[in-house]
């Protein structure tokens, strides 16, 4: 399996729309690895993790046939994952040769933004019914895809909503994808992610090297969850461990990053990142 990662920031982009801190400053001079997108990522090259609003910048620079799309997961109704207008140019007038349908998972409030987002005015939706289907799923659900096993986790994110993080399964391979979440999962998340064994666990970095009692992740937090992981048998030694979505106010450069991982058996993830794994 391959995942290749898109986008790699938090919802503020990094360097930050308009932010000039020592981090988006550094990162303008230097370039390279050290400009991030909102986070996204692709699985296979079919099953799509999030739709930013940097998906169409994601399609040009990393050629990307969203039209060979067939699943979508969306995590949450954060801006930086959820961008449904985009979608309205699936349908066959922009997306010319789009086979079949885009199955499209989300929770409640992500099904509630996307109804408000594909109005053509303020009373009539586009018509997109027949290329986009959606799916309203909960923490807790199994579902199939075209090939792929999917459980959505519970996670420790904004309590406004059903935030969800996903394990995704195809050919043997089992992913995590833990964006975005806190370190403080439930008792049912814990029981969900505790029964895999996993050949790739993405975390959530957004706070760098500070940490905060949930909603979001540092690298102590990781660290530490990586350990449990370990101790309850999901991670062996074949793991693939990444860090991902990652703010400017962890205060930490991509190259502080990339070290702080490799002392630990750690890829700090940037934009356009493929592992084979
Ligand atoms: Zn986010
Ligand atoms: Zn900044
Ligand atoms: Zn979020």
């Known amino acids: 399996m391959k995942i290749r990662y898109l986008g790699t920031a938090a919802a503020e982009g990094w360097p930050a729309l308009f932010c000039s801190c020592p981090i988006c ?7 390279g690895r050290n400009l991030r997108t909102r986070t996204q990522a692709i699985l296979d090259g079919e099953l799509l993790l999030d739709f930013p609003p940097d998906t169409y910048c994601h399609a040009l620079q990393q050629g990307l046939e969203l039209a060979k799309v067939h699943t979508l ?11 449904p207008t985009d979608l309205i140019h699936r349908h066959e007038h922009f997306g010319h ?21 594909i109005l053509i005015d303020r009373f009539k939706p586009h018509p997109i019914d027949d290329v986009v289907n959606f799916h309203v799923i909960h923490g807790g659900d199994r579902f199939r895809s075209h090939g792929w096993e999917i459980i959505a986790v519970p996670a420790d994110h904004d309590q406004r909503e059903e935030c969800l993080v ?8 089992t992913v995590f994808y833990g964006h975005d979440t806190g370190v403080n999962l439930s008792d049912e998340a814990w029981a969900l992610v505790a029964a895999e064994r996993y050949d790739l666990i993405s975390l959530d970095a957004t706070m760098g090297k500070k940490t905060i009692p949930g909603y979001h992740m540092g ?6 969850m990586f ?9 062996g030694e074949h793991t693939v461990k990444v860090i991902n979505h990652f703010s400017h106010n962890g205060g930490m450069t991509h190259d502080q990053l990339a070290a702080w991982g490799a002392e630990r058996g750690i890829l700090a993830a940037y934009d356009g990142m493929e592992i084979e794994f």
């Open 25 to 31: 400053t550094q990162a303008r001079e230097q370039g």
């Open 73 to 83: 997961l969306v995590t949450h109704n954060h801006m930086d994952h959820w961008f």
């Open 97 to 117: 040769g789009a086979e079949g349908t885009l199955e499209v998972f989300g929770n409640p409030a992500v099904k509630e933004a996307f109804d408000a987002h």
């Open 166 to 173: 996903y394990i995704c399964k195809k050919g043997g391979k």
């Open 219 to 224: 690298l102590p937090d990781d660290e530490a």
């Open 227 to 235: 350990q449990r992981l370990a101790q309850l048998g999901c991670v």
